[in-house]
């Protein structure tokens, strides 16, 4: 089976500038989540989606915000980029939430974003 | 709020020898527990979980944790690591309570042949 598929790969920005990412979950799995793994700091939860619908988000600012679309795709988009959000940012994806609660992550390889 | 604390940040071993990854968690409520692996250049995998029952979990490749409830506890184990299971290891709880997939800061474990 296809794994999670995410990109670009890497993405290089400025400060100021508008990043989106793109995650496809595996065939069958209708929750996805977003992960930011900056140097030291292990997996921040972001976000949560979960049939279309936002069902979770981490502290982060609003500036992070995102969208799972009908065949369960998903972007993340962060505005107004700051020195700080680089980092990689990480999707995983699994059996729904309505299936039988939280169930195991498969990740994809991730999008290496970079501020300059 | 919820958290998870992997104590040990680099771990260094020798080959056959025994390993014990830490993994305390901070939530009372009902929780189900991962242990996911990174070998180097790969995406995270799913080393084992537990959900409910025996609290002494196998996992793959000779893996096994036990949970403690009373301790908070899911600690990570393998009797006699080997070259191969150099990799950075995570701990992750989640519950229904908050809905949120909570991931320990990870563990590099570092095995010389």
């Known amino acids: 089976e296809a794994g999670v598929t995410q990109s670009p790969t890497h993405l290089i920005k400025t400060r100021g500038q508008q990043a989106t990412l793109r995650c496809s979950p595996i065939s069958g799995h209708t929750s996805v989540y977003w992960y930011q793994q900056a140097l030291g700091l292990g997996l921040q939860f972001l976000l949560w989606?979960?049939?279309?619908?936002?069902?979770n988000r981490g502290n982060f600012p609003p500036r992070f915000s995102g969208r799972q679309f009908p065949n369960y795709s998903s972007e993340l988009n962060v505005n107004a980029l700051e020195l700080e959000d680089s980092a990689l940012y990480l999707c995983?994806?699994?059996?729904?939430?309505?299936?039988?609660?939280?169930?195991?992550?498969?990740f994809g390889d991730g999008t290496r974003l970079s501020i300059l | 709020a919820q958290s998870v604390s992997q104590h040990n940040h680099h771990v260094i071993l020798s080959e056959a020898a025994s390993l014990e990854l830490g993994c305390n968690y901070s939530?009372?409520?009902?929780?189900?527990l991962f242990w996911y692996v990174q070998y180097p250049g790969q995406h995270l995998q799913l080393l084992l979980k537990?959900?409910?029952?025996?609290?002494l979990v196998k996992g793959i490749k000779g893996f096994e944790a036990e949970f403690i409830k009373s301790k908070f506890s899911f600690n990570l184990r393998k009797p006699s690591v080997q070259w191969s299971d150099t990799a950075e290891y995570f701990c992750a709880v989640t519950s229904s309570g908050t809905y949120k997939y909570i991931f320990g800061t990870g563990t590099r474990l570092k095995v010389l042949a």
């Open positions: 537990y959900f409910s029952g025996d609290p």
């Open positions: 995983a994806s699994s059996l729904g939430w309505g299936q039988s609660g939280f169930q195991p992550q498969h």
């Open positions: 939530y009372g409520g009902t929780v189900n």
């Open positions: 989606y979960d049939e279309g619908e936002e069902r």
